[in-house]
Every structure is written in C-alpha cells, then in structure tokens.
C-alpha cells in the first residue's frame, strides 16, 4: 500500500526567511507526486507536481520540490516566505494501477510570523 | 470558465438522518471524486466515477454512495449520519479517465456538520 508522510504538523517561520516543509512516501510501484495548499475555508489548490524528467520541480507562488528516489522524499521548498503563505500544506501521491485516487499527508500548517 | 462547483457550502444535520451533496465538474471533466476531510487531517478518498462508472472505492461504510449523471455532475450520498461524518467533503474533476498523472481541481468543499 503507498502512504505519505509529513512529519512536521506545523511550521513557524518570520517572513522573508527560507521554508522547507517535509514529505516522505512508501509505495512499491511507481509514483507521481503533488503538492497542495489549503487556505482556510478552502479547497485545495495544487502547487507543483512531479510526474518524470527534471526532479526539480518549479511551480507556483516561487515553490519548489525536489524528488528524492533513492530517499523517497519530496521536500517542498521556499526561499523567502510571505505572510499571504500562512497555510496548510499537504503532500500527495497517486500511483501506477491507481488511477487519479491522491493518498494525502496529514498537512503540514505553515504559520509566517512578521 | 467555472471551476469545480459544489453545493451546498456548509450544512448541519442530526444523527440517523440522510444527506445528498452534490458537485459539477470543470466544463469537458468526465471523472470526478469524492475525499472526506476531518479535521486536523488530510482528505481521504471516498469515491471516483468516470463516465457514471465507479472507477474506485475508499475504505468507507456502505452507507456511503455516490452516483454520477450523463452531465458528469455527480451526487453524494450518505446515510444514517453519525457524529463522525462531520467533516469537510471535497469533490475533485479530471480530464479523461482519470490517469495517475492527471491533476485533479477540486471545489470549496461542503462543511457537513452533525449534531
């Protein structure tokens, strides 16, 4: 079975500072990798993804990802937060023979601090 | 164009009763899933449809059902409520049948609280 893994439930950060959030995963086929962020009273809105070819992964808003085989990670980063980033992060994964069925991190609450 | 619609935005029912909420997919989307969201937690998967077929099933009771129409909107269904189904409920559309390297869009979500 494949299962995500995000460590840190939250995160305090001052603004301006860098933000790497953590993600882990398990599965014994292949996987394709998402990140979301949930503002509050939202849906979910997709941030970057990772489907094959370059492990560095660019997306919205200046975050990045970094596929990690050998390590199965998928770390999200930034290099300088704001406070409109104040959100839940969530890992995600889905898998070949699975569909689109996203298995889901228990979130991570990414609080920036002035 | 419109995203992924879903109704209502937030309801309260009592335990033992039945509830139906209801979700329209991005205009083309054929394939649409369902995620339950507690709070503190991150979605679980409920249900996927592509074309009115149900394509996958989560680990949840029977007294969860999910339809989709030929206009690709779909319903969910849940029955006898327990105190435990309050949560967040998200519906989610992707284009074509639902590969794994296909994004899903998700709505804003239904905010089912039972009392």
């Known amino acids: 079975a494949q299962s995500v893994t995000q460590l840190d439930s939250q995160v305090p950060v001052f603004e301006e500072a860098p933000v790497e959030l953590r993600c882990n995963y398990s599965?014994?086929?292949?996987?394709?990798l998402f990140w979301y962020v949930q503002y509050p009273n939202q849906g979910l809105q997709l941030l970057l993804k990772y489907l094959s070819g370059s492990t560095l992964v660019k997306g919205i808003n200046g975050f990045e990802a970094e596929f990690n085989k050998s390590q199965t990670s998928f770390h999200l980063r930034k290099p300088s937060v704001h406070i409109s980033d104040t959100a839940e992060y969530f890992c995600a994964v889905t898998f070949t023979g699975g569909g689109n069925k996203l298995t889901f991190g228990t979130g991570t609450q990414l609080k920036v601090e002035l | 164009d419109a995203g992924v619609t879903q109704s209502p935005t937030h309801l309260i029912k009592t335990r033992g009763q039945q509830v139906t909420l209801r979700c329209s997919p991005i205009s083309g989307h054929k394939s649409v899933s369902w995620y339950q969201q507690v709070l503190g937690q991150g979605p679980q998967f409920i249900f996927q449809y592509y074309e009115k077929e149900e394509r996958g099933r989560g680990n949840f009771p029977d007294r969860f059902s999910a339809r989709q129409f030929p206009n690709y909107s779909s319903e969910l269904n849940v029955n006898a409520l327990l105190l435990g189904d309050s949560a967040l409920y998200l519906c989610?559309?992707?284009?074509?049948?639902?590969?794994?390297?296909?994004?899903?869009?998700f709505g804003q979500g239904t905010r089912l609280t039972v009392v």
């Open positions: 599965s014994s086929v292949s996987v394709y």
């Open positions: 989610a559309s992707s284009l074509g049948a639902g590969l794994p390297n296909t994004e899903a869009f």
